[in-house]
Nanobody, 127 residues
Framework: QVQLVESGGGLVQAGGSLRLSCAAS????????MGWFRQAPGKEREFVAA???????YYADSVLARFTISRDNAKNTVYLQMNSLQPEDTAVYYC?????????????????????WGQGTQVNVSS
């Protein structure tokens, strides 16, 4: 079966950094866009970042210039480097694989564009 496993979450102080990893198995996704979402307690899941197979990226305004998405197709893994973390970044972070393979920064923000999801990794940022 297809499986996405996130790792790298934890507790950090405001201003600190974390790098999240998402390892996919069951099939390769080198031709798919991949994304990161997050969900804080009591709030809806929101888009964070996405990267297409050709290297194009797209970020939510709230994380632009602080977070960087990257991928290693040979390892079937996508990463999220998070810098200058703030308490508002506290959430469960999920990676996902999109069904679309073309650049569309509108569609890629929608959860229903993604077919596969990981179970999430917790990120806590203290003041």
């Amino acid at each position: 079966q297809v499986q996405l496993v996130e790792s790298g979450g934890g507790l950090v102080q405001a201003g600190g950094s974390l790098r999240l990893s998402c390892a996919a198995s069951g099939r390769t996704f080198s031709s798919n866009a991949m994304g990161w979402f997050r969900q804080a307690p009591g709030k809806e899941r929101e888009f964070v970042a996405a990267m297409w197979s050709g290297g194009s990226t797209y970020y939510a305004d709230s994380v632009l210039a602080r977070f960087t998405i990257s991928r290693d197709n040979a390892k079937n893994t996508v990463y999220l480097q998070m810098n200058s973390l703030q308490p508002e970044d506290t959430a469960v972070y999920y990676c996902a694989v999109a069904r679309n393979t073309y650049y569309d920064p509108v569609r890629i923000r929608r959860m229903n564009e993604y077919d596969y999801w990981g179970q999430g990794t917790q990120v806590n940022v203290s003041s």
